[in-house]
């Protein structure tokens, strides 16, 4: 069944990061021919490509890690409570070496085009350098946070020191010492590069639209005692995490905000302020996402903190924002980010102000002067969710593009499938139980249920899943639904798909992107459709059964 031209295979992944190592490691378990591709030179996405300084999980590193292998939680040792880059690379290499997956990956390899083949069944796909694959099922682990998008501003080719883009930071150190930096953005990747580097640069000049809510990281050190307790209680901790809407460890509070006093709700906020990772947003009261009144108070407990900590009080009310609550958007944490504006080399630019009129070769320009740099970094965030799922020309039954059907927004089913696309899966896509909670999570759960469903089709002798479009239109509804009740719906933000810098996505209409019901319910859902028979996806059988089989050898799968 290939088409003369390249190679076939029965499953391709596209994307090499924690989904993509993780799904080829249940494929091969299973003895199936199936490759991974990636752009990138190696494997690790958002790890291979984010390289900035101070690139860290904000996951509890423990939490974070596969949890499919027991000999694997027993010999990886982490750190620190919140893993920096290079450690998360070492251990996503660690995996895929321990289980001996780099043979079936092949990087170098952009996928520019998949379009589906009706009458043989299978995905055709290019590469960028013109080479051709063909596969049945097509597995898309491109990533949610993959593609980095550029501010659009006149002559950023003119500028004749350095600049990049934070994904892209490159992999030689970067001379920092004396040099005059300008890093524009204050969203999650700004506030984790400025707290590392302020110290370290001559000058550090920040340009901020609009600022963002963060809390204390706490970060600390892991000793091989704690590891050893980590160990003994990974059940437990894989467990509560499979317990919480968020697919961390930390529990909401479910005593009601109203039912206590406001000395009980400072109790409460005093120590998760102190405590590490997402508490002070997760553990916190559920009416913060969704009560107006009971976000302003909140967020007025958060403004201040950032009053005491920045000793500048204009430049504290700057760091405030007040465009959108605490919490409405997946929320930053940070490392002395605050005290960074403490700091004589550190200045903050309000550029709702002053906006930036052009990078010039010097540096660059806003309505109120010149400014000289050594080095720009775009601190500018991504085209999330849907950027990496637009940027291949995907065309599904009688050549539809899936940029198209998505013009508006993702409509998909379980976040997994979409009619009109046969045979393609995505483990963790727009819609899925895996943006708006801890990721691996998430993916270990859309990997499982990918790969039971690939397993259902071939005992059966299936050639074919497609979603109905009533199923997807009810599940894109439900999702939609959701958003009815947060305030996150109200906020510009990468989980209601705005971007200024994406053609389309500036104007804040809302995209339907993330599952908001939470990972227990998400998961008894897609338990739930496999349970009835793949309900809502139908399967065609293989009329030509004994021609084909999935398998590399002559493994059962
Ligand atoms: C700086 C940063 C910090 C983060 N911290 C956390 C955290 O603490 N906790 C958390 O839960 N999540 C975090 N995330 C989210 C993170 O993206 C996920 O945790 C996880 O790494 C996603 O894995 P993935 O395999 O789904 O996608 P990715 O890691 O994004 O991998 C996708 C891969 O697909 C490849 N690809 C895309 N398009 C193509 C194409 N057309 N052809 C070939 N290859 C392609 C890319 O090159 C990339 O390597 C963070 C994200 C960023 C950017």
Redesign the pocket.
């Known amino acids: 069944m290939t088409d003369g031209t390249g190679s076939h295979y029965e499953v391709i992944v ?8 993780y799904q080829i490691k249940r494929l091969t378990d299973l003895g199936v021919n199936a490759a991974v ?4 030179a190696d ?8 390289r ?1 300084p101070g ?5 509890e590193s423990y939490t ?1 890690g596969y949890s499919f292998s027991e000999e694997l939680l027993n010999e990886w040792h982490w750190k620190e409570r ?1 893993s920096g ?1 290079p450690e998360n690379l070492r251990y996503l290499n660690y995996v895929a070496d321990k289980f001996d997956l780099r043979k079936f990956m092949q990087f170098n ?4 085009a998949a379009h589906f083949d009706e009458a043989d069944n299978v995905w055709r796909l290019t ?2 350098d013109g080479r051709r694959m063909t596969c049945h099922f097509i597995i898309l ?7 980095p998008t550029l501010p659009r501003l006149e002559g950023m080719d003119s500028f004749k020191g350095r600049s990049f883009h ?2 892209y930071w490159p992999h030689q150190p970067v001379e920092l010492a004396g040099r005059k930096v300008a890093v524009i953005g204050t969203g ?2 700004a506030i ?1 590069i400025i707290a590392e580097i302020a110290d370290k640069v001559g000058e550090l000049t920040v340009f901020q639209r609009r600022p963002n809510w963060s809390a204390p990281l706490n970060n600390g050190p892991i000793s091989d005692l704690e590891m050893a307790d980590i160990r003994a209680r990974y059940g437990d901790i894989f467990a509560a995490c499979a317990r919480t809407p968020s ?1 961390f460890e930390h529990e909401p509070d479910r005593r009601g905000f109203y039912d206590v006093t406001r000395e009980q709700r400072l109790a409460l906020w005093d120590r998760l302020y102190d405590e590490p990772g997402f508490g002070i947003w997760l553990s916190n009261f559920r009416e913060i996402f969704m009560d107006e009144a009971a976000n302003a108070e909140f967020s007025e407990y958060i403004a201040n903190r950032i009053r005491q900590r920045v000793k500048n009080p204009a430049v504290a009310e700057k760091l405030i924002p007040r465009d959108h609550g605490f919490g409405v958007q997946r929320v930053p944490l940070e490392t002395r980010y605050l005290e960074a504006y403490n700091r004589s080399n550190v200045h903050l630019v309000d550029i709702s102000e002053t906006p930036i009129e052009k990078i010039t070769e010097a540096g660059l320009r806003t309505t109120a002067r010149d400014y000289d740099f050594d080095i720009i970094v775009y601190a500018t965030g ?1 085209d999330a969710i849907t950027g ?1 799922f637009d ?2 020309d995907i065309r599904g039954v009688g050549g539809e593009t899936l940029f198209d059907k998505w013009r508006e927004g993702p409509s998909t089913f379980l976040g997994m499938l979409v009619h009109g696309f046969p045979n393609l899966l995505m ?2 896509g727009p819609q899925s139980g ?1 943006a708006s ?5 998430g ?1 270990e759960t859309g990997v499982n249920w990918c790969t039971d469903l690939l397993q259902h089709m071939w005992k059966r002798g299936y050639i074919r899943a497609e979603a109905t479009p009533e199923a997807e239109q009810s599940w894109t509804a439900h999702v939609t639904k959701m958003y009815a009740i947060m305030l996150m719906r109200k906020a510009k933000s990468w989980f209601t798909g705005y971007n200024s810098n994406v053609a389309g996505h500036e104007h804040g209409k809302v995209r339907y992107f993330v599952y908001n019901g939470g990972a227990p319910k998400y998961v008894a859902k897609i338990n739930d459709a496999a349970a009835n028979g793949y309900d809502g996806i139908v399967l065609t059988p293989d009329s030509r059964s004994s021609s084909r089989t999935p398998l590399r050898t002559t493994a059962q799968v």
């Open positions: 596209i994307g090499a990061g924690v989904a993509g190592i591709l990636d752009a990138a494997l690790g996405g958002t790890w291979y490509w984010n900035y690139a860290r999980f904000d996951s974070y919140f880059q390899c952009k996928v520019e590469l960028d682990a491109v990533g949610l946070l993959s593609t934070t994904y999650a990747t984790q697919g991504f990496s940027r291949i483990p963790t895996s909670t801890n990721f691996p999570r993916i």
